[in-house]
Antibody
Framework: QITLKESGPTLVKPTQTLTLTCTFS??????????VGWIRQPPGKAPEWLAL???????RYSPSLRSRLTITKDTSKNQVVLTMTNMDPVDTATYYC??????????????WGEGALVTVSS | DIQMTQSPSTLSASVGDRVTITCRAS??????LAWYQQKPGKAPKLLIY???NLESGVPSRFSGSGSETEFTLTISSLQPDDFATYYC????????FGQGTKVEMK
């Protein structure tokens, strides 16, 4: 059974860097083609994809946020870490990590964490 | 960037109604289209992938159709558990969500 869980600060100040950790089980990021992505959702708005890392350490970033994002993985710990620099109140959102199966499965993010609400305020 | 536009934004319906939600892509995405259901305080739940493939455990009253730039999600007979917000998502080029359609009780 695949599970994911986000952890990190609930409150960050403007200009600070946010670091979120996704700890997962039920799959391995050493399995070829599997990925873990980060998606955020501001209150009352649609989800927005941020970044994704594949098992082969290939990384993808949202073009609009690329300069602020870094995604890394620790395969031995079953963790994926997202950092976002220069946080602003508009970055207030629930941040989710999600499992992305191998491309041959033809599907998208099929398992999601419960989300972590991050508020940006001084 | 590929933009996804859903309509309507809100839909008022009754139990038993047939419900249809439309999603349009700004560029052709072939069949790389998924639908998600989200309830308040919960993560989105994958319902349908590759336009018309039901995720395991999803009731057969849900169906999807379309290709290229025009897609629809249909609920054949709305059930009490189906009142929620629905999002389309393209995964042809990165991942982009539509703005959502809230299905509310009439």
């Amino acid at each position: 059974q695949i599970t994911l869980k986000e952890s990190g600060p609930t409150l960050v100040k403007p200009t600070q860097t946010l670091t979120l950790t996704c700890t997962f089980s039920g799959f391995s990021l050493s399995s070829n083609g599997v990925g873990v992505g980060w998606i955020r959702q501001p209150p009352g708005k649609a989800p927005e994809w941020l970044a994704l890392i594949y098992s082969i350490d290939d990384k993808r970033y949202s073009p609009s946020l690329r300069s602020r994002l870094t995604i890394t993985k620790d395969t031995s710990k079953n963790q994926v870490v997202l950092t976002m620099t220069n946080m602003d109140p508009v970055d207030t959102a629930t941040y989710y990590c999600a499992h992305r199966p191998v491309a041959a499965a033809g599907t998208s993010f099929d398992y999601w964490g419960e989300g972590a609400l991050v508020t940006v305020s001084s | 960037d590929i933009q996804m536009t859903q309509s309507p934004s809100t839909l008022s319906a009754s139990v038993g109604d047939r419900v249809t939600i439309t999603c349009r892509a700004s560029h052709s995405i072939s069949r790389w289209l998924a639908w998600y259901q989200q309830k308040p305080g919960k993560a989105p739940k994958l319902l349908i992938y590759k336009v018309s493939n039901l995720e395991s455990g999803v009731p057969s009253r849900f169906s999807g159709s379309g290709s290229e730039t025009e897609f629809t999600l249909t609920i054949s007979s709305l059930q009490p558990d189906d009142f929620a917000t629905y999002y389309c998502q393209q995964y042809s080029s990165y991942w982009t969500f539509g703005q959502g359609t809230k299905v509310e009780m009439k």
